[in-house]
């Protein structure tokens, strides 16, 4: 089995790249820009991949607002473009999307299901959606796996770091913390997904999953993990995300069900604060390396 994967560079494609069977290709954008579809459909001709795993994107949800070509270029057109390579070429697609397909329903608080009908409130949510219906509608062998809150040691590229290094740096630094407690979704490590994606790619059950580890807490209860687990004493309040004033709104709920995930018989992801206290211990062997 050969497998391609494009966007290795970033947290997700670094922790997955090791965990696939086979002869893996790790693609950086460098090798395989998805805004370059002609050169990128030549490599990939070339390569002849059973799988190509697609972990790039354009994932600046704030700047999406302003820059919604820039957006769509990667997530959605691109991913178009990838997927008809990928149909034509006759190989399986693993795409990922986002919980922020969802969020027009500020009602909501249950678990989203893949079978719920999305609503996006930002540019950024409706760029991954329509690339997510591209690839579903376009390329049959495909897995479209929504997951949410990425963090993991090697630190998302676009973004400069993740969540729980810019919470640990700035409480390092002294510095009060004002974090949102009005959005509520699962924040997931990229070696748990990674694992999953991993066990779920030979099962051939192709579709659309939802992946993320499991339960739900707001980034401020997040952010109260990060620092009881890392031991570490922060100035934390809690603020509403009207007085954050993001750019993007986010979803107030965007916790997905991993039904399908289950339907194929495997086994839950772990609690998100159980996969927290591995970062923190993966981070912390790493740092003394
Ligand atoms: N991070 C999250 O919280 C989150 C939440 C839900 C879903 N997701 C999805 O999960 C997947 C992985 O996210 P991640 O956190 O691992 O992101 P990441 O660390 O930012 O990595 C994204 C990678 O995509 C590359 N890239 C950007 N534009 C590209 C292009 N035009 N062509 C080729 N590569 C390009 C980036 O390269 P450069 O470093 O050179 O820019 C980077 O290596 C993405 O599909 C993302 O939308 C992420």
Redesign the pocket.
Known sequence: MKIVV????????RDLTPRLPGDVLPW???E????RPRELRAALAAARPDVVV??????LVDRAESTPEDAF???AW?VRDLAAACRDLDCTLV??????VFGRDAGRRTPWAETDAPGPCSVYGLS?WVGERLVRESCPRHFVV???????V??????GG?FVETMLRLAGQGKPLRVVTDQTCTP?Y?ADLAAAVAALLPTGRYGLYHLTNAGACTWHEFAAAIFELAGVAADLTPISSAQYGAAARRPAYSVLANAAYAAAGLPPLRPWREALAAYLGERNRRNRT
């Open positions: 494009l966007g290795s560079g970033g947290q997700l494609g950086t954008r460098a395989a820009d998805l805004t697609n972990c790039a994107a354009y994932n270029a990667v997530n691109g795409h990922f999307s986002t919980d922020y991954e929504r997951t949410c809150g990425l963090y993991g090697w630190g998302s590229g676009g973004k993740n997931t990229t």
